[in-house]
C-alpha cells in the first residue's frame, strides 16, 4: 500500500507547456479534479516563437503522491516536460510580493525602517501609505509581511514562486 | 470525393472533416445531426464513401463507436451537434477514457463570432469535456481544421488509446481553405514511449526464472497493443509453463481454454485466480491497472510477491501499488523482447518448485468456486450464460454486455478465446453501453454474431437504439436476463444494508417481446430451462434484431465474491454464502466503499 505513512513535504514543479488555449485549465483541473494541492502557481510565455510557456506549481504530497503529479502532468497532451525541481538538485527560488501598509506618525516610520531591513523597495508612498515591493523566498516575504500585519497592512499581491536549478543545464 | 491525398486543394471545411476521416481510413460514423452540423451533413450528403450510422440518442453514438473500435482495433469516430448533441456525448467519452478505447468525437459549436454570448443550443465543450476526454480542441480557423483533425486520430491511437474531441465552429465548416493531409502528422509535443528499458526488462526474465510462485496478472493493455499482443502473450506464457488470469478488460488475449489459464480475477475472480495473486512470489502483471476490483484490501494485496508492472503509460506505475520493476512501454513490444531473452538465454522455470505450485493451484481450482446449484423449474442466470456460450461460441461471435449481476456472469461463465470478442463497460460500468456497443459491433463484422448479454434495467437507458438496429438492418441479438431486479444493487442492498430493497425492483416493466415487436425486430420469451436451447437456436436463426427475455431466477447472487474491504484470501463463496447469515459479511469499514 502506498502513501500510507510517508512524509508529506513541499515540492517545487517546473512545467513547460505549449502555449494553447485551456492549457492552464488542463493543469489546474487535473489538481483539482485529483484532489493535488496547488500553494502558488505562476504562469507565463517563456519561448515566444515557440509558443512555450513555463507553469511553476508549489504542492505538497507524499513522496508516491508527488511522483503520481508528476507522472499525471506528463501524460496532458500539451505538456513538453515536467521537473521536480525539489528532487533535482540544487534551485533558486523566488517571489516577488507588493504590500500596502496604510499609517501615521510612528507606526509608518517603523514600516519604514524594517522595509529598509528587508531590502523591499518603496513603489508608492502617500502621507499615510506605503507600497513596498519585496522579492525573495515566500518565507521572507511570510515574515515580512507578518512584520507589517500590526503596523496597518491594508493588502498584499503576491506573484506566486519562480524557480529554476542552479548550474549552466537546463531542464 | 474521390481517394488519394488532396494536399493542396481547396475545399470548405466540412469537406475537410470528411475528406480527413477518409484519408484516416475511416468507413464508418455515428451521428445524429442538428444546426450546428448542418454543413458537415451536407457533405457527407454528398459523398459515397463514409457511412453514417444514425442513432437514436448521442450517448448511442458514442457506445457504439466504442464498439466499433474494441472489436477492430480502430478508431471509433463520432458526429454530433453543439449544447444538447455535445452534453449527451460525454458519458460514452467517459466511458472511452476509463477503459481506454479510441474515438475521435466531432462536435458542432455555435459560429465563431457568437462563442460566450450563451448562443442558442451553445455549452461550452471544451470545458465540459476536458476532464472527459485523453485531448479536446476548439478549432479557431479554417487553416488548422486539417492538422487537428490528422491530429485528434494520433493522440486517440497512440499510447494509452483514448477519447479526443474536435469542437468546431459552424462558420468555419463553411469557411474555405487548403486541405493538408495526414502524412507526417504527429504531436510536437506528445510522443509515448513503446519499447521498454532494456535493462529493466532483463531484470524482469531473471526474476521470473528464478520464480517459485509466478502468476501472470494481464488487462486491458494486452487487447489495447492489438493481436499480436495476444499471440506474444500466449507464446511468453506456454514458454514458461506460469498460470495466467486476466482481469475484467483483458479476457480473450489468452485462450480459456487453456490449462494454464485460472479465469479472471478479481471482486467477482475465481478462487483459484485470487488465491494465487494472494500467495505468489513473483507478479507479472502486462497492461492492467491494479484497480479497486481486483486488488481488493490494497495493504492485504499479494503481500508476499515481487511485482513487475508493464505499462504504456507512467502514470498507471505506483499508484495504487508499489511495484518492483516498473517497465514503461507498449506491453507487446515488451513481451516480445521478454520471449527473445528468455529464449536466448535459455532460461527455465525452477521446474521443481512450479509443479509444486500447480499441485496447490489444483486444491484451490478443486474448490469450484463457479459451481451453482441449478434448477430444473426455474433459469438460473449462470445456466443461461452456459447454454448461450455452449451453442454461439466460435470465433465469429461477439459478446457484449450491459452493466450489474449478469455482465459479471457473462464473464465467469462465458469463454473467450480470441481478443476483441468481448465489449463490457469495466471503469464507469455504465448502464446503457451494451445494446448501442453490439451495432457499432455488428457494423463492423456484418457476418458475425453478435449477442449482449443484458439486465432488464441498463437495456432499458439505450432500449431506443433498437430503432437504429432496424433501420441499418444490424440483427444484433439481446439476450436480456430478466431477473425484474437490478440485480447487482439488490445483492449489495442484501449484503450491505438489512435486504432493505430501495428503489431497486424493477417495478413495471414492458413486454419486451411486443416490445421488440413495436421496433420491427423480433421477441422471443423463455421460462423454462428445458426450451432455452431451442430457443436460444431460434434467436441465432433469426435475422433481424432480437429482444430475448429470459426470465431467470430473480433473487440470484453473483459468486464467488470479495466483500468490499477485504484482502484475496477472504473471498465468499456461493456455497458458503448460502450458508452463512449473508447480511454479516461486510463489516463496517468495508461498508464505506463502493
Ligand atoms: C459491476 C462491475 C464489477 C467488476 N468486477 C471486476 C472483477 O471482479 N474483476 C476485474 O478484473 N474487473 C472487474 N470490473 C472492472 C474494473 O472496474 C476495471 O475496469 C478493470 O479491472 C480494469 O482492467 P485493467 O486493469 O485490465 O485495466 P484497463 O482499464 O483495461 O487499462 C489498461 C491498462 O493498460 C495500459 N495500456 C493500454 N495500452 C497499453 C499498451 N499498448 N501497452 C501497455 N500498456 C497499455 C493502460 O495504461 C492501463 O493502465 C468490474 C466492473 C464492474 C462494472
Ligand atoms: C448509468 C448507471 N446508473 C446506475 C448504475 C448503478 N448500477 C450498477 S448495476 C445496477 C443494476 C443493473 O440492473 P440490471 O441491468 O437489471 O442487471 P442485473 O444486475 O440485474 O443483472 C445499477 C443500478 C450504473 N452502473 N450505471
Ligand atoms: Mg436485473
Known amino acids: 500500500m502506498l502513501a500510507k505513512n510517508e512524509i508529506v513535504s513541499r515540492h517545487v514543479l517546473s512545467i513547460l507547456v505549449d502555449n494553447e488555449p485551456g492549457v492552464l485549465g488542463r493543469v489546474v483541473g487535473l489538481f483539482s479534479g485529483r484532489g493535488y494541492n496547488i500553494e502558488s502557481l505562476t504562469v507565463s510565455e517563456t519561448e515566444h516563437d515557440k509558443h512555450v510557456s513555463r507553469i511553476t506549481i508549489v504542492t505538497s504530497g507524499t513522496p508516491a503522491i508527488v511522483d503520481q503529479i508528476e507522472a499525471q502532468l506528463g501524460r496532458l497532451v500539451p505538456v513538453h516536460r515536467v521537473v521536480d525541481l525539489t528532487n533535482s538538485g540544487p534551485s533558486v527560488e523566488r517571489e516577488l510580493a507588493l504590500i500596502k501598509v496604510a499609517g501615521k506618525g ?64 537546463a531542464m | 470525393m474521390t481517394k488519394g491525398s488532396k494536399t493542396g486543394a481547396e475545399m470548405t ?22 444546426g450546428a452540423v448542418l454543413p458537415i451533413y451536407d457533405a457527407l450528403f454528398q459523398q459515397n464513401e463514409l457511412q453514417h450510422i444514425l ?74 469535456t476536458r476532464p472527459a476526454t485523453k485531448h479536446n480542441y476548439l478549432v479557431k480557423s ?16 497512440s499510447g494509452r488509446p483514448g477519447p479526443v474531441l474536435v469542437d468546431i465552429p459552424k462558420d468555419i465548416q463553411f469557411a474555405a481553405g487548403l486541405y493538408t493531409g495526414p502524412e507526417h502528422v504527429e504531436h510536437r509535443t506528445y510522443k509515448p514511449r513503446i519499447e521498454g528499458d532494456a535493462d529493466k526488462i532483463r531484470a524482469a526474465v531473471e526474476l521470473m526464472a528464478s520464480a517459485k510462485k509466478p502468476v501472470f496478472y494481464t488487462g486491458g493493455g494486452v487487447i489495447n497493443s492489438g493481436t499480436r499482443a495476444s499471440e506474444a502473450l500466449r507464446e511468453l506464457v506456454r514458454l514458461t509453463g506460469f498460470p495466467i488470469t486476466s482481469t475484467l478488460m483483458g479476457l480473450g488475449a489468452y485462450p480459456h481454454s487453456d490449462k494454464q489459464w485460472l479465469g479472471m480475477l478479481g471482486m467477482h475472480g475465481t478462487f483459484e485466480a485470487n488465491h494465487t495473486m494472494h500467495d505468489c512470489d513473483v507478479m507479472i502483471c502486462l497492461g492492467a491497472r491494479f484497480d479497486d476490483r481486483v486488488t481488493g484490501r490494497v495493504d492485504a494485496f499479494s503481500p508476499n510477491s515481487k511485482k513487475i508492472h508493464v505499462d504504456i503509460d507512467p502514470s498507471s506505475i505506483n499508484k495504487i501499488v508499489k511495484v518492483d520493476i516498473p517497465i514503461v512501454g507498449d506491453v507487446g513490444n515488451v513481451i516480445e523482447a521478454m520471449t527473445k531473452l528468455w529464449k536466448a538465454e535459455k532460461k527455465s522455470a525452477d521446474k521443481e518448485a512450479l509443479a509444486g505450485w500447480w499441485k496447490q493451484i489444483g486444491t484451490w481450482r478443486a474448490r469450484k468456486s463457479l459451481s451453482y446449484k441449478n434448477s430444473k423449474s426455474i433459469i438460473k442466470p449462470q445456466y443461461a450464460v452456459e447454454r448461450l456460450y455452449e451453442l454461439t461460441k466460435g ?65 432499458l437507458m439505450n432500449m431506443q ?21 437490478m440485480g447487482m444493487v439488490r445483492q449489495w442492498q442484501q449484503l450491505l444494508h438489512g435486504a432493505r430493497y430501495s428503489q431497486s425492483y424493477s417495478e413495471a416493466l414492458p413486454d419486451f417481446v411486443k416490445l421488440a415487436e413495436a421496433y420491427g425486430g423480433v421477441g422471443i420469451r423463455c421460462e423454462d430451462p428445458a426450451e432455452l436451447d431451442g430457443k436460444i437456436k431460434e434467436m441465432i436463426e433469426v ?49 464505506v466503499l463502493v
Open chain 2, 395 to 459: 470465433p465469429n461471435t461477439y459478446i457484449t454486455t450491459e452493466v450489474g449481476q449478469h455482465q459479471m456472469w457473462a464473464a465467469q461463465y462465458y469463454g473467450f478465446e480470441e481478443p476483441n470478442r468481448w465489449m463490457t463497460s469495466g471503469g464507469l460500468g455504465t448502464m446503457g453501453y451494451g445494446l448501442p456497443a453490439a451495432l457499432g459491433v455488428q457494423v463492423a463484422h456484418p457476418d458475425a454474431l453478435v449477442c449482449c448479454i443484458a439486465g432488464e434495467a441498463s437495456v
Open chain 2, 13 to 34: 471545411g466540412a469537406e475537410m472533416v470528411i475528406r480527413a476521416l477518409l484519408d484516416q481510413g475511416v468507413d464508418t460514423i455515428f451521428g445524429y445531426p442538428g
Open chain 2, 142 to 157: 479554417v487553416e488548422e481544421l486539417p492538422r487537428i483533425l490528422h491530429e485528434a486520430f494520433y493522440v486517440a491511437r
Open chain 2, 465 to 485: 437504439e433498437m430503432s437504429t438496429a432496424v433501420q441499418h438492418r444490424l440483427p444484433v441479438k439481446i439476450f436480456i436476463l430478466n431477473n425484474e431486479y
Open chain 2, 543 to 591: 435475422d433481424a434484431p432480437v429482444l430475448f427475455d429470459c426470465r431467470v431466477e430473480k433473487i440470484e447472487n453473483c459468486f464467488p465474491m470479495i466483500p468490499s474491504g477485504k484482502a484475496h484470501n477472504e473471498m465468499i463463496l456461493g456455497d458458503a454464502a448460502a450458508a452463512a447469515d449473508i447480511g454479516s459479511v461486510i463489516d463496517e469499514e468495508g461498508k
Open chain 1, 106 to 169: 510612528e507606526m509608518r516610520a517603523e514600516a519604514l525602517r524594517l522595509a529598509e531591513a528587508f531590502r523591499a523597495r518603496v513603489m508608492d508612498a502617500t502621507i499615510e501609505s506605503f507600497v513596498f515591493e519585496l522579492t525573495g523566498k515566500p518565507d521572507k516575504l511570510d515574515q515580512f509581511i507578518a512584520l507589517m500585519l500590526p503596523l496597518g497592512l491594508v493588502e498584499v499581491s503576491r506573484t506566486g514562486v519562480a524557480a529554476i536549478s542552479r548550474g549552466p543545464k
Open chain 2, 55 to 128: 442513432v437514436r440518442h448521442e450517448q448511442g453514438a458514442t457506445h457504439s463507436a466504442e464498439g466499433y473500435a474494441r472489436s477492430t482495433g480502430k478508431v471509433g469516430v463520432v458526429l454530433v451537434t453543439s449544447g444538447p448533441g455535445a452534453t449527451n456525448a460525454v458519458t460514452g467519452m467517459v466511458d472511452a477514457l476509463m477503459d481506454s478505447i479510441p474515438l475521435v468525437v466531432i462536435t458542432g459549436q455555435v459560429p465563431s463570432h457568437l462563442i460566450g454570448s450563451d448562443a442558442f443550443q451553445e455549452c461550452d465543450t471544451v470545458g465540459i
